[in-house]
C-alpha cells in the first residue's frame, strides 16, 4: 500500500487548504484513514480520522473542530483534509495514514501558516 498527500502550501492566517491523500494497493473494505501533523521540536499528533465500513464514522481533534473537514471519494482512492480559519498553531507537516492490519503512512506535505 502507498499513499501520497498532496496540497500543501504557504497561506495567511484565516485562509484555507485542501489536502489530498491517495493511496494505492489492496486493501479491505473496512479500514481507517486519518491526518496528522508534526511540527518541528513537538510530538506527532492526530488531527482527523474517517473510518470506513458498514458504517462512515469520524474523528476530530478538539483544536480542529469545526475548522477541518476529513472526506473521502471511494473512486478516487482518495482522502480529503478541507482546512478553513486556518491559524499559526496548525504549521506543521501533515501526514496521512491508512490503518488496516498494519499502517502505512505517507511522506507528508508541508502546511505553513503566517
Known amino acids: 500500500v502507498q499513499l501520497v498527500e498532496s496540497g500543501g502550501g504557504s497561506v495567511e492566517a484565516g485562509g484555507s487548504l485542501e489536502l489530498s491523500c491517495t493511496f494505492s494497493?489492496?486493501?479491505?473494505?473496512?479500514?481507517?484513514m486519518a491526518w496528522f501533523r508534526q511540527d518541528p521540536g513537538k510530538e506527532r499528533e492526530g488531527v482527523a480520522a474517517?473510518?470506513?465500513?458498514?458504517?462512515?464514522?469520524?474523528w476530530y481533534a478538539d483544536s480542529v473542530k469545526g475548522r477541518f473537514t476529513i472526506s473521502r471519494d471511494n473512486a478516487k482512492n482518495t482522502v480529503y483534509l478541507q482546512m478553513n480559519s486556518l491559524i499559526s498553531e496548525d504549521t506543521a507537516l501533515y501526514y496521512c495514514?491508512?490503518?488496516?492490519?498494519?499502517?502505512?503512512w505517507g511522506p507528508g506535505t508541508q502546511v505553513t501558516v503566517s
Open positions: 495514514v491508512i490503518l488496516v492490519a498494519a499502517s502505512y
Open positions: 494497493g489492496s486493501i479491505p473494505s473496512s479500514y481507517c
Open positions: 474517517i473510518f470506513i465500513g458498514r458504517r462512515t464514522n469520524t
